[in-house]
């Protein structure tokens, strides 16, 4: 078994999942989001993002992490903020030594619904399917748990292909 942190980034809300992966089943462990308020400076709303993903890997233990590309492209202030927390996002878990992939959103659908072009509702509903008994904290953290989905089914498709490639 392996266990996936997956995050969906995030300056008010970081979503979080955690998952544990073995030979293609899948279990849920939990979820969350890290919040902040906006109302907070910037330093300090990232010093408590990356505090929180501090805490919830000394506490969870993951064995590797899985980070969704963000992208807004109508407000050039609040693309500079995301991509400052997804910074932090990526950091804290590299900090603690994990592996960290990155997917984009697309990416993300197609491996837990089946399309690209999938919206939230379809997302969360193959999210609810996937890890049946998963309560869902919020939206953020089922895309959290949907990115790790996501890894965790690219990481089996190298896995069989190394596996392949080294009999050959």
């Given at each position: 078994?392996?266990?996936?942190?997956?995050?969906?980034?995030?300056?008010?809300?970081?979503?979080?999942?955690?998952?544990?992966?073995?030979?293609?089943?899948?279990?849920?462990?939990?979820?969350?989001?890290?919040?902040?308020?906006?109302?907070?400076?910037l330093?300090?709303?990232?010093?408590?993002?990356?505090?929180?993903?501090?805490?919830?890997?000394?506490?969870?233990?993951?064995?590797?992490?899985?980070?969704?590309?963000?992208?807004?492209?109508?407000?050039?202030?609040?693309?500079?903020?995301?991509?400052?927390?997804?910074?932090?996002?990526?950091?804290?878990?590299?900090?603690?030594g994990?592996?960290?992939?990155?997917?984009?959103?697309?990416?993300?659908?197609?491996?837990?619904?089946?399309?690209?072009?999938?919206?939230?509702?379809?997302?969360?509903?193959?999210?609810?399917?996937?890890l049946?008994?998963?309560?869902?904290?919020?939206?953020?953290?089922?895309?959290?748990?949907?990115?790790?989905?996501?890894?965790?089914?690219?990481?089996?498709?190298r896995?069989?292909?190394?596996?392949?490639?080294?009999?050959?």
């Amino acid at each position: 078994m392996i266990r996936i942190l997956g995050l969906d980034p995030g300056l008010t809300h970081t979503g979080w999942g955690l998952i544990e992966a073995a030979r293609g089943r899948l279990v849920h462990v939990a979820n969350g989001a890290i919040s902040t308020k906006a109302d907070t400076p910037l330093a300090e709303r990232l010093s408590a993002i990356y505090r929180g993903l501090d805490a919830l890997i000394m506490e969870l233990r993951p064995d590797e992490a899985a980070v969704e590309h963000t992208y807004v492209n109508k407000n050039p202030a609040a693309a500079l903020k995301l991509g400052q927390a997804r910074g932090v996002v990526l950091l804290a878990p590299a900090m603690a030594g994990l592996v960290v992939a990155e997917y984009q959103a697309m990416e993300v659908k197609r491996a837990v619904v089946g399309t690209g072009h999938a919206d939230k509702i379809q997302v969360q509903d193959m999210v609810k399917r996937l890890l049946p008994g998963a309560r869902l904290a919020r939206a953020d953290a089922a895309d959290a748990l949907a990115i790790a989905i996501c890894h965790a089914h690219h990481r089996e498709s190298r896995a069989v292909l190394a596996k392949a490639m080294a009999q050959a």
